[in-house]
């Protein structure tokens, strides 16, 4: 059984490592062996964070700003400069923004879109060598997009472009899934609510209600997160490709 789950001695890239579901599964990874890369935009937070996860294994802080192809390009250069393989690519990297329907404009779209979508084709795209190198039929490459449950039900909050994101990874998780096949599985996680700062305010308002509304009755924990993530990765889940997984209490599914 510790087999069947182990990720140890695999290379992993986490985007938003360095803050909320990116870092608990980064965390996770560098606990369960992993040799793990975090990329975040601020240099300095994912510098930091690095060397605080480092005290538990390995991490290496990779800083970029995915919402534009050629940082992808980039962080893809850095990444395969560094490594001729890589057995796990965690898209986490992601953004939100919420207004009123009479306020929501272009830039609002622009912002959610650029990262939470086309970040997401582009670096796994550019990352194709690396995972295609590190792939086999018996234990493929990975690639685990974070979705959301906003992308399978319709949010309480005016968060139109985050969950139209949203429903586009997971949609754009099966269309990968079936292009890079068999050597590569594509999944996605739908997380329902988890303490991240994307979550804080939403949570400081509504978090006793949102914890009673799940069947579950509580919040996400990060060991939630990084079991699901590591699952993913590991030999367990070697079987699984195309699939949305709601991590969320039955908020989305029996709520």
């Known amino acids: 059984m510790t087999d069947l789950f182990s990720i140890s001695g695999k290379t992993a890239l986490v985007t938003g490592g360095s803050r909320g579901i990116g870092l608990m ?3 996770g990874f560098v606990r369960a062996g992993a040799k793990v890369y975090i990329s975040s935009r601020k240099a300095d937070v994912c510098a930091e964070v690095a060397e605080s996860l480092s005290a538990l294994g390995t991490c290496i ?4 700003d995915l919402s534009t192809e050629d940082e992808c390009r980039r ?5 395969a400069a560094r490594e001729p393989e890589l057995h796990i ?11 009123p329907i009479a306020e929501f404009d272009d830039a609002a779209w622009d912002r959610t879109l650029d990262l939470n979508v086309k970040g997401v084709f582009h670096l796994t795209k550019f990352l194709l060598p690396q995972l295609e190198a590190a792939g086999t039929l018996d234990d493929p490459a990975r690639v685990i997009n974070i979705g959301s449950i906003d992308g399978i039900q319709v949010p309480m909050l005016e968060t139109y472009s985050y969950s139209a994101s949203k429903a586009a990874v997971h949609q754009l998780t ?11 599985t594509v999944n996605a996680v739908a997380p329902g609510p988890f303490e991240s700062k994307m ?3 939403t949570l ?16 996400g924990r990060p060991d939630d997160m990084a079991g699901i993530a590591i699952f993913l990765a590991s030999r367990a889940g070697a079987y699984l490709t ?4 709601p991590v969320d209490g039955g908020i989305a599914t029996v709520g």
């Open 25 to 27: 599964i980064a965390e």
């Open 89 to 99: 690519l965690v898209n986490n990297a992601g953004a939100t923004w919420g207004a």
């Open 204 to 219: 400081e308002a509504f978090g006793d209600s949102i914890a009673e509304s799940a069947p579950l009755k509580r919040i």
């Open 61 to 64: 802080a990779l800083p970029a």
């Open 174 to 184: 099966r269309h990968l899934a079936k292009r890079l096949a068999p050597t590569i």
């Open 75 to 79: 962080l893809a250069a850095e990444v």
């Open 242 to 245: 195309g699939t949305i997984i």
């Open 199 to 201: 979550m804080a305010a």
